[in-house]
């Protein structure tokens, strides 16, 4: 009895790649070869490079979030007192920052004053989020105290105050200038409410790399800012961070504890969840969209081993005469249109990689021809396109391309294997 071939034996790699590599004279497919080649590439490619730039995006705007914010703020309910007054605010904020301080897990408990006001300098005025912090808590911020770009002394930050980058472009201000804010909830009189208005030294200017903040945010210290928006003797809200932002719904509790009964909760993604459900929605839609695309460009192989099939009848009709069966006539187009679906996967990784590496250098020369404005951070919150390469969605990129290519490349491939070789040779 004839010893069996195993499958994938050489001489049906040895036959694929004569027919991959044959002459159109020959029969051959050479272009419909590359045209699926550089189909599959390009989709490949762009499919990691919409991977990579969706996941920097989502990573560099929840690091903004984290980086300049507090990871929850613990605020307390309106009271209304015996006098009948509505009073908010926490009277005891320093002994509810010590006890936020002691949960495990808990990295900074800071009290703080909120309020708004105008900012004015050199005849221009800008709308400011004003907030006061003491200078220990404001160095703790990662991207404020710690930021790349940041200009001035924040230690001097108690003889003045620290403004965005943003305000201080707006506003023609460099460390030491004046500068005015303007509340109308100022001193009451007699005659009602009079705005109050009061000069800072900047002493601090600060990147957080989030165009809003960065725009409208002033801090001011602590015993300041409670002066200036009448707030003597109680902070607005206690500003917590914790060691593991991701998990914020498993300090809840402990937090409310902490903060007493009138005490609530707003965490950073209550701040921010529409949006980053949002993003969500987009991710899962963009890659439906470059799925198709991967898809689309597979198809071209169905168009190419068609053709080659249809040009190697006779090549067929005689290898099945010699004795080669089915299956081996199956697995040789198979190898043919595999191999292209996996040069072309390996291609467009190769780009797709490179593109998310080298972002930067490829973005600043998109933006240099075409004259610059291509990205807007007044609209997108953040200054540059990030890109964060991810080996799972690599992964996900090469498995939907090798499995869309192999599994198209079966249809004609089983064609060609049940084709009848006296009917291939009747007319030769």
């Known amino acids: 009895m004839a010893e069996r071939t195993p499958p994938f034996a050489g001489f049906e790699w040895m036959i694929a790649w004569r027919y991959l590599r044959a002459r159109r004279a020959e029969g051959g497919v050479s272009v419909m070869t590359w045209i699926s080649l550089v189909g599959i590439t390009l989709a490949v490619f762009a499919l990691i490079a919409t991977l990579s730039v969706r996941a920097g995006f989502r990573a560099e705007f929840v690091d903004t979030i984290l980086g300049a ?47 708004q006001a105008m900012a004015n300098a050199n005849g221009r005025n800008a709308a400011a989020e004003v907030m006061g912090l003491s200078q220990a808590d404001l160095a703790e911020i990662p991207r404020i105290g710690h930021g790349p770009d940041h200009m001035g002394d924040i230690t001097q930050f108690d003889q003045g105050i620290a403004i965005g980058s943003g305000i201080a472009r707006e506003l023609g201000l460099q460390v030491g200038d004046k500068l005015r804010l303007i509340t109308p909830d100022g001193a009451k009189t007699p005659m009602g409410t009079s705005p109050r208005v009061k000069a800072y030294t900047v002493t601090y200017i600060f990147t957080a790399g989030r165009y809003d903040i960065d725009n409208t945010r002033i801090y001011m210290p602590f015993a300041e800012a409670q002066s200036y928006f ?26 409310l504890g902490a ?26 839609v963009m890659f439906i969209i470059m799925s198709i695309l991967v898809l689309i460009a597979s198809l071209n192989i169905i168009s190419g081993l068609i053709m080659l099939v249809k040009n190697k009848g006779r090549d067929i009709g005689i290898l099945r005469t010699m004795g080669l069966t089915e299956g081996s006539i199956l697995r040789v187009f198979f ?8 040069i072309g996967t390996i291609a467009g990784v190769t ?44 992964l996900s990129a090469v498995g939907l391309s090798l499995g869309l290519s192999f599994i198209v490349t079966i ?12 009917e291939a040779l009747r007319y030769e």
């Open 230 to 255: 009448n707030r003597d003797g109680v902070a607005d809200e206690v500003e917590v961070s914790v060691e593991n932002p991701e998990q914020i719904d498993d300090y809840q509790l402990a937090l």
């Open 351 to 394: 780009l797709g990689c490179l593109f998310a590496l080298y972002i930067d250098p490829i973005f600043s020369a998109v933006n240099a021809l075409s004259g610059g404005g291509v990205w807007d951070p007044s609209i997108r919150g953040i200054y540059n396109l990030p890109a964060k390469l991810q080996m799972g969605d690599v």
């Open 69 to 115: 914010n507090g990871h929850v703020s613990v605020y307390a309910a309106e009271t209304i007192d015996e006098n009948g007054r509505i009073t908010k605010g926490f009277p005891d904020y320093a002994e509810i920052a010590e006890r936020i301080r002691e949960i495990p897990g808990v990295l900074r408990a800071a009290p703080m004053i909120k309020g």
């Open 335 to 342: 190898i043919c249109g595999a191999f292209t679906g996996t």
């Open 259 to 284: 903060g007493g009964d009138n005490a609530l909760l707003w965490t950073w993604r209550d701040r921010s969840g529409s949006f980053l459900r949002a993003l969500t929605i987009e991710d899962n």
């Open 411 to 422: 249809f004609p491939a089983r064609r060609a294997a049940r084709m009848n070789p006296v």
